[in-house]
């Protein structure tokens, strides 16, 4: 009777062990939904401030997981700035003075257009499973939706965020919830997502609201008006000649 107890609480064991994944596959699991060769969307941030709020719209272009290309359309004020990423190096052109300006050291941690976004937030990589490690914490109900709770650890000091906490849809393999963190364990960014939308085989949240826990006012939400992946986009597109085309 006593083995037959101990079988089955040991066949309990793997069960439950069986349906616990391994967390740095969610993690690919993730970037398999986010990563395309190419990518083209037109977007809204909508800038919350304590008093007022703003828009500022804008085209981008990606290419592959480091490359991307942004051009600010509205409002008239900020219409023909440019911003072009290459690697791991990202300039900014500014129409009213017609000069590239590269953006490094602590410039990066300034705000891109007043938002919630600092230009280190563009500079992270897109592949989550090359730049962290990741443990499995336990399951949550994030409205509504099943999750895997998630806790990644950077893999090496050049990441801008040390810590992050996600809560991952376990169906649609998308964090619906990331909250950010230093190495001190200061809580920096939280992001939600919502209007999740399946295009081909990937989900895609056409709503995030990014939230700057350091700095007053209500976020900025980060709509996306359309988007198309693997597309083919010219190849001068991202190139420094393009900012001041």
């Known amino acids: 009777m006593k083995k037959i ?4 609480l040991l066949a309990l064991v793997m069960g439950l062990h069986a349906q616990r994944p391994d967390p740095q596959q ?8 986010v990563l395309s060769g190419t990518s083209r969307s037109t977007t809204r941030m909508v800038i919350s401030g304590r008093r007022s709020s703003r828009t500022v719209t804008s085209i981008n272009y990606s290419r592959g997981s480091s490359d991307a290309f942004t051009e ?6 900020d219409r023909g700035t440019k911003m072009l990423k290459l690697g791991s190096n990202l300039w900014i052109f500014d129409p009213n003075t017609r000069r590239t300006v590269q953006i490094s050291g602590n410039m990066l941690r300034q705000s891109v257009m007043g938002s919630d976004l600092s230009y280190e937030d563009f500079m992270e ?24 709770d998630l806790l990644l650890t950077a893999k090496n000091s050049r990441v801008a965020y040390h810590t992050k906490r996600f809560y991952v849809d376990k169906q649609r393999s998308i964090p619906l919830q990331e909250k ?22 990937r989900w895609v949240p056409f709503r995030v609201l990014f939230k700057d826990e350091l700095k007053q006012g209500r976020g900025t939400e980060y709509i996306v008006e359309s988007i198309e992946f693997d597309i083919r986009i010219p190849d001068s597109i991202f190139t420094r000649s393009q900012l001041s085309n």
């Open 72 to 77: 600010y359309t509205a409002p008239p004020r």
């Open 180 to 201: 950010w963190y230093a190495r001190s364990g200061r809580l920096l960014k939280t992001i939600s997502a919502s209007d999740l939308r399946q295009i081909g085989s």
């Open 26 to 33: 969610i993690l690919r699991a993730i970037d398999r939904n």
């Open 5 to 8: 107890l101990i079988l089955g």
């Open 125 to 148: 990589e897109s592949s989550l499973s090359s730049q962290y490690n990741a443990s499995l914490e336990g399951e949550v109900t994030y409205e509504g939706r099943a999750c895997w």
